[in-house]
């Protein structure tokens, strides 16, 4: 049976932990007594992490994981490789915020052997007008840079085979704010076998967003000077 682990990273987000964590643990639950729901704790402030740990006591197939805080990127970039090192065969990424349905799941695993990555896009978004400013924007770098043209190369939600993320990780650098980003351009530029689909992204479920628009208009400026220097490279 397929081993199937479902990466989530989460970063102060003790008002929607317990939902998302029941909602995806019944999606690793039905994969098989192998599969597991990791869920990473990037150096919370609040009881995110102590709720994990708690919860993991009632749900048998959660792995709460912590470390020091690092961003989005690099704390997928931890649990991606946590994931290896685990011999996942399939991993599927998500985020804590409740955007996302674990009921779109299904028509993601069914592609998981004609697809390398299957990945959702957020045709109908409901998270506010400047991040879909921020995603138009985004595609128009990647088109500039690496001349792909990519529906949504950020979404958080991803069905990866094992081989895939096996050869891509590593031309990642580690600490790379958007990890995801990169790999939808290295499986895109290198023709692999990737499908869009469509998906629900609820607004916010709970909690403050910690990365506001400043924030946002940094990380952009560094990922192009990163973008150009990994394009070099290619």
């Known amino acids: 049976m397929s081993k199937l682990y479902i990466v989530i990273p989460a970063y102060n987000e003790e008002e929607n932990i317990e939902a998302v964590a029941r909602e995806w643990h019944d999606v690793v639950v039905m994969s098989g007594p192998e599969s597991k729901l990791v869920i990473i704790d990037d150096g919370s402030k609040d009881s995110t992490y102590a709720k994990l740990k708690e919860l993991a006591e009632e749900l048998p197939q959660l792995s709460p994981l912590t470390k020091p805080n690092g961003g989005h990127g690099a704390t997928l970039y931890y ?136 924030r946002i208009v940094r990380i952009g400026i560094q990922a192009v000077k990163d973008f150009s220097k990994i394009k070099r490279s290619l």
Not at 94 to 121: C, H, M, P
Not at 147 to 164: C, E, G, I, W
Not at 185 to 201: A, C, D, G, M
């Open 79 to 214: 649990g991606y490789n946590y994931a290896l090192s685990e011999g996942a065969d399939y991993i599927f990424q998500t985020d804590s915020d409740g955007q996302t349905l674990a009921s779109e799941f299904g028509a993601f695993w069914d592609k998981r052997d004609t697809n390398s990555v299957t990945i959702g896009y957020r045709n109908h978004r409901e998270d506010g007008f400047s991040r879909v400013v921020v995603t138009k924007v985004l595609k128009l770098v990647l088109l500039a840079i690496f001349h792909v043209n990519v529906t949504d190369a950020n979404t958080p939600y991803r069905l990866m085979q094992r081989s895939l993320l096996e050869k891509y990780l590593p031309k990642v650098p580690k600490d790379f704010n958007l990890t995801n980003v990169m790999l939808t351009v290295l499986f895109v530029h290198n023709k692999e076998k990737v499908e869009f689909l469509p998906i629900t992204f609820r607004p916010r479920q709970g909690g403050v967003n910690s990365i506001n628009i400043r």
